[in-house]
């Protein structure tokens, strides 16, 4: 299956110059959202994980379907302020200013083999933050799975050359 044909591409989007790579078609339909699931599974079994870890929001779409698939837990991570028990928090630069990613205490047991599962890999930002907070609760980092990578953006580099990282789709 061609699953870039099942990605919508929307012009100057959020703003001037941005080709966004809408999930939402994908998503819409069933048995390519399964076999993209299914794709995912296959990387992310080998890995072994213990738990799926995924960023709001469109991390919970990927992140949910692959661990049900799996037979594991997920542990979501939020903004700031948005869990309701006890958490840490690790900060994220934005283009103007900062932000804040935040994970239960207990999310994550010390040991616990981790593969972390988001829509779309592009600065890395998001997801090293994740894994910060992933590593700061004594996880280890097995994997990492997306549907999209914006190569272009280079946010593999900002991973570090030992993560292990699927996409599916490259853009």
Known sequence: MDF?????????????GVRFKDITTLLADGPAYRA????????AQEKKPD???GPEARGFVVGCPLAVQMGVGFAPVRKKGKLPYE????????EYGKDALAMHKDAIKPGQRVLIADDLLATGGTIK???DLVQKLGGEIVGLAFLIELTYLNGREKLGSDSDVFTLIQY
């Open 4 to 16: 870039k044909e099942k990605i919508r591409v929307i012009l100057d989007y959020p703003q001037e």
């Open 36 to 43: 993209a699931i299914e794709r995912m599974v296959e990387f």
């Open 51 to 53: 738990i799926i870890v």
């Open 87 to 94: 958490t840490i928090q690790a900060e994220y630069s934005l």
């Open 129 to 131: 933050t994740t894994i």
